[in-house]
C-alpha cells in the first residue's frame, strides 16, 4: 500500500517544481522554442494516446462542408443536454427553434456502446498582419475558421467512419425535414412561382375525421413509404407512392392532403394542370419540384383530357405537344424514376366513374381512398374536435339522422361552428339543419321516383 502521507507532500513539490519550470521557461525562453518544445510534447503524448480525433471544417475550398452542417444540426438536439452553453436561432421558414453548440463547448454522445466527445472549435483567421488562412477560400469571408473535433477511442474507427458518421448525417436530414415549415408552391407563369408561401393549413390527422382503421392504414402507409429508403434501393423500385382521393365536395380531400402534408413536414406542388401549356412544360415543372415533396393535381378529371387515351397519344406523336394524360403519366413514370427520391404524388376527383382506366389500373396509384359522407363515428369525431365533447344526451338523435340523411363533414363541421352560445346549442342547430336536410332529400327522391313513373307510363 502507498503512504499517503509520503505522497502527498511529494505531489505538491512535483506542483511546485512545474511550476518553477514553466516560470523560467516563460521567463528566459524565447516564444519560439517555447512553442516548439510544447508543439513536440503535445504530439508525442498524442502518439502514445489510445485516443483518435477526426476534424470536421465548415468549408472545404469554398464549398460549405456537408459533414459540418450535419453535425451542427444533430448536435443542436444533444448540447441542450450536456453542454453549459447553446445557441437558439430559427427563421422565417422554420418551424421550431433550432439550438447549435457554442464555441469550445464539449457535447458527449454513446452510439452503438461507443462513447464520442464533440468539441466545437473556433479559432480567429486574422493576426495581427491580416493574415489570412491560405487552405480556406470558404472561411475567408469569416474571420474564424470553425471546426468540429469528434474524438473517440482509436479501435472504434470503423465503427465511426462507417456507421456514426452516414447516421449523423441521415439524423440530420430528418431533424432538418421536422423542423423546416412546410410551403406550399404554385404555378405562376408556366413555373413554379418563385415566393412559395408558408402552408399554414392546421388540419392534422388528429383533427381530421375519416373512418378510424382507414385513417390508421394511411398513416401506416406513410410512415413506411418514409422509411422505406433500404426497400426501394433494394427492389430498384422508384421511391414515389401515388393515391387517388375521391369522393363528393366538401368530404375533405383537400383537408386530407394538408394533413398528409403537415404529418410528412412535405412541401405540396400545387399542379394546375390549366396554367401548363405542353408536355414539355410539364416535364420542367416536375424537374423543379424538390425531393421530399408532394405533387397534387386536383379535380383531375376536370382540368385534363382524359376520356380518350389513344387520341392523346395521337396529339402527342403529330407533335402537337399539348398536355396529355399519356405525358403526365409517362413523365411521372419516367422521369420520376431516374431522378427525385421520396416524391408522393395526389389525385383528387369528385366523380371516379369519369377517370381515364389508365389511371385506375392496379398499379398506377398504390391507394384508392374514398373520402366519403359523415356517419355517426366521423360525426362524434367532429364533436370531439369542435365542441371537445364525446358525449351528449342529443347524440343519439344525431345518430339516427345521419343514418338517414347524406351529409358531408364539411357541412356538420359548419353546424358545429355556428353557435358560440354551448354545445348544447350548436347540437341543436345541427338537429335543425338534419331535419331539414332529411325533407329535402325526401322530397327530391319523391321527385325523382315521380319522373321515373312518368317515363315507364310513356314507355
Ligand atoms: N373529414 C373532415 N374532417 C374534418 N373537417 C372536414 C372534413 N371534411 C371537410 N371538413 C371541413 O370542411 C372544409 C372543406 O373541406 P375540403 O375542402 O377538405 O373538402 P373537399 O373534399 O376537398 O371538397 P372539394 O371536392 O369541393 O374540393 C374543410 O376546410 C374542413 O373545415
Ligand atoms: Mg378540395
Redesign the pocket.
Known sequence: MYDSKAILPAMASLAASAMLIRSISNDFIPNEIRNFFFSKLHNLSYHFSSLFTIVIEEFQGIAKNEMFEAAEVYLGTKATLSAQRVRATKSEDDKKLAFSVDRDEEVTDVHENVQLKWKFVCVQLEDSSGFRHPNNYGAALRSELRSYELTFHKKHKEKVFDSYLPYVLEKAKHIKQQHKAVKLHTVEYEYWSRCAVNLSHP?TFS????DAGRKKELMDDLDKFVNGKQFYRRTGKAWKRGYL?Y????????????AMANHLNYDIYDLDLTAVSTNRDLKSLLLGMSNRSILVI??IDCTIKLQNREVDDELANNGDNKVTLSGLLNVIDGLWSCCGEERIIIF?T?HKEKLDPALLRPGRMDMHIH?SY?NFS?FE??AM?YLGISQHKIFQQIEGLIGEVQV???????GLSKSAVDAEHSLQNLVKFLDNKKMKQQDEAKNDQYVKDHEQEEK
Open positions: 388540419m383533427t381530421l375525421a375519416m382521393l369522393g363528393p365536395p366538401g368530404t375533405g380531400k383537400s383537408s386530407l392532403i394538408a386536383e379535380d383528387t369528385n373520402m359523415c366521423t369525431q367532429l374536435s358531408t363533414p364539411a357541412e356538420i363541421a359548419g
